[in-house]
Every structure is written in structure tokens, then in C-alpha cells.
């Protein structure tokens, strides 16, 4: 049996193999951050293909934390009667689920939520609508909404949370020196910069408690100038470790990084693949708990070699599984063709146009056949 089969645990949380799937924006929750049908159902089809675990898109903790339309929220408690539709798909055919929980900062959308973006520093240049500097009851505010959001997230029945500290999002922002110019206790050096991080672990686990998996998502770096560099994202990871966190996520780079991002469109080669795998060994490395490396891989033998040679724990992966939701279960049965996701984002273009997120390529092919 491959290794990539292989039953692994986090922090109790019983895996049946090594493939995640990764927080996807898929662009079908209700107006107000409600789970719909649709959300449910694909997570029960991602479920059936033998995912081990789902990690679902990025739910905002707070009402002026959303990023864009059609977002999970988990804000209210109203919230939580629909989300435990969702576990409960996921549990019937044998998949953990995860719940990322999120505020956007500076990258939230004023139009839709009628209240001004927060972020680290009122840095001009990053949005059309300037910021509101955070305070630091702002910020404590904002970590006690992490919290209210995990207990939620347990009380729907998800077997853990993921904080996202990613992607040019809030507490991204707050490890980021282009986005974090403060001068008091959370800006500066990387350990003032984690800070804002470690006080929503802290109310987390205060939720929670300490046999609730609680996983992290980590910008490996920024691609941008003036960004998060890979030796400070190691610095907040091992921060991270001894505060409690359970596993680590890499990936990397913004909205803003443009060009100096790895590139992620017409992935044909191995070559081009798993572009963030040294950063993920280079946490490996240093860090007892598992890590988890995400981004571009397509072929089973690479995510196989990537586990042997010590790269990673697990191999998440997006835009694979919005093609293939069974390519784990076609790959379990000797199948071993590599993904057939053509990497050209269309599948996102269809959910920002308010269809919900698909592979247009896919259903193009099916309607034809």
C-alpha cells in the first residue's frame, strides 16, 4: 500500500489517508454566509471520492471580515444548524472535515458589508477604499470573534478549524511588513508581527480546548516587495508550534503578488509542479507537527515521492478536485493517470460570474459527449 494511504491522526483526528482538500472559495453560500444545499452536496461528492479531509473555504468571523459575495460565514450562531448539514455529509462517507476560519483585513469588500475595512496599518495603495487601522481593542475584539467562530465551528460537528493566515488576509497581513507598518507591540520584528496570530490561537483554544485539532494555513512567502520572507514565515511557524497549533499548511503569495508568484496556469510537467516544496521542507525540517504542502500537484508518484523524501505529512490540492471530486478514489483503485485539471482558472471565473464554482472544461466535455 502506498504511504499516501496510509491511516494517519492529527491531534486525534482519525485521516484515512494523506490527501486534503485544500479551502476553495466555491462561491455558493447563501446572501448572508449561510451553508445552502449545494455547499452540502459538494462536500458529500468530495466525501465519496475518498478525500481525507475537507477544508472548507474561508468563513469570515465578523460581519466587515468578508472578502466577497456568496462567502461562508460562521458569525452568527443562526449559522450553525446549516454547517452541521455539511459535517454530517462529509461523515456519512467517511471524510473529516475542517472549517477554515478567516477575516479578510484590508481585502474585505465595503459595498457588501456597509462598514470600512480593518487592517494592521492604514497602508494606501492595496485597496480602492482606505482601511481603518486596527486598535489593539480591535484587535482583541477580532481574536474573541476567532474564538465565538471555533466554538461554533465544533458545535456544528467539524472535526477542527484552520486559521487563515494566508493570501494577503488578516492575520497575513499582520506577519506581512508591506501590509504591517505598526510601531507598537504588533509590528516589527516577526515575533511582534505573530503576535495578533498567537491571541487568536489563544482564544481558540480557550473555546475549544486542547484535543481540538486547530490547524494554521502559512504564507511560505509573499512574491511581493517588501513582504513576508521565507525565514520570518518559518520564525512564525515555530511561534506557532509552541503556542499549540496542530499542523501547518504551506502555501503562498496575494492577490497582490502579480508576476513574482510561481507560476500556477497550464501545469503540464512535474516539473512545474508542488511549487511550494522546498518551503515546505525547509518547515519540515524544523517542526514536529505535521505539515501539509499545497499548489500544483497533479501526478500521484510526485505526491508519493514528496511524502517519502520528507517534503510534507499530506498533499492538499484545490483546482484538481474541482475537476476530479473522486480523484483520490481513482487513484486508490490503480488508476494513476495524473489529475486531469487543465489549470486555467476558468472554474473561478464561473464563480465570480455567481454560478458557483465548476470545471467549465469538464461540463463543456460532457455536454458534448
Known amino acids: 500500500m502506498s ?20 479551502a476553495t472559495w466555491e462561491g455558493m453560500a447563501a446572501a448572508d454566509g449561510a451553508c445552502t444545499p449545494r455547499l452540502t452536496e459538494l462536500t458529500a461528492e468530495l466525501a465519496r471520492g475518498a478525500v481525507g479531509l475537507i477544508i472548507t473555504s474561508h468563513a469570515y468571523v465578523r460581519p466587515e471580515g468578508q472578502a466577497g459575495p456568496w462567502q461562508m460565514g460562521v458569525h452568527r450562531d443562526a449559522l450553525v444548524e446549516g454547517l452541521r448539514k455539511m459535517t454530517g455529509a462529509a461523515h456519512e462517507h467517511g471524510s473529516r472535515i475542517v472549517l477554515q476560519i478567516a ?31 486596527m486598535s489593539a481593542t480591535d484587535i ?16 456544528a460537528g467539524f472535526d477542527g478549524v ?5 493570501h494577503g488576509y488578516l ?32 482564544r481558540v483554544r480557550s473555546a475549544v480546548g486542547k484535543n481540538y485539532p486547530v490547524l494554521v494555513k502559512i504564507n511560505s512567502q509573499d512574491f511581493m516587495a517588501g513582504g513576508l520572507s521565507e525565514d520570518d514565515s518559518l520564525q512564525a511557524a515555530l511561534l506557532l508550534e509552541e503556542a499549540g497549533i496542530d499542523a501547518v499548511e504551506v502555501s503562498g503569495g496575494t492577490m497582490l503578488s502579480g508576476d513574482l508568484i510561481p507560476p500556477r496556469a497550464k501545469i503540464n510537467t512535474e516539473e512545474k509542479e508542488a511549487y511550494f516544496r522546498d518551503a515546505a521542507k525547509r518547515l519540515k525540517e524544523r517542526l514536529r507537527i505535521p505539515v501539509i504542502l499545497v499548489g500544483g500537484v497533479r501526478s500521484f508518484d510526485l505526491a508519493e515521492r514528496l511524502v517519502k523524501e520528507g517534503y510534507a505529512d499530506y498533499i492538499s490540492m484545490s483546482r484538481p478536485f474541482i475537476r476530479e471530486p473522486d480523484l483520490v478514489r481513482r487513484w486508490r483503485s490503480g488508476d494513476l493517470r495524473r489529475a486531469t485539471c487543465a489549470s486555467d482558472n476558468q472554474c473561478f471565473g464561473a464563480a465570480m460570474a455567481g454560478e458557483g464554482i465548476y470545471c467549465v472544461v469538464e461540463r463543456k466535455r460532457q455536454k458534448s459527449g
Open 103 to 133: 477575516h479578510s483585513g484590508h481585502m474585505a469588500n465595503p459595498k457588501l458589508t456597509g462598514q470600512p475595512a480593518l487592517a494592521p496599518s492604514a497602508v494606501a495603495g492595496f485597496a480602492k477604499t482606505p482601511p481603518r487601522e
Open 171 to 202: 492575520l497575513s497581513q499582520f506577519l506581512s511588513p508591506a501590509f504591517n507598518r505598526r510601531e507598537d507591540e504588533y509590528g516589527g520584528t516577526v515575533e511582534n508581527r505573530a503576535r495578533a496570530a498567537l491571541a487568536v490561537l489563544g
Open 140 to 155: 482583541e475584539d477580532v481574536a474573541d470573534a476567532f474564538g465565538q467562530g471555533a466554538r461554533r465551528a465544533q458545535e
Open 162 to 166: 484552520q486559521l487563515h493566515l494566508a
Open 3 to 22: 504511504i499516501l494511504f496510509e491511516p494517519t491522526e492529527i491531534n486525534g483526528m482519525k485521516l484515512a489517508n494523506r490527501f486534503v482538500r485544500s
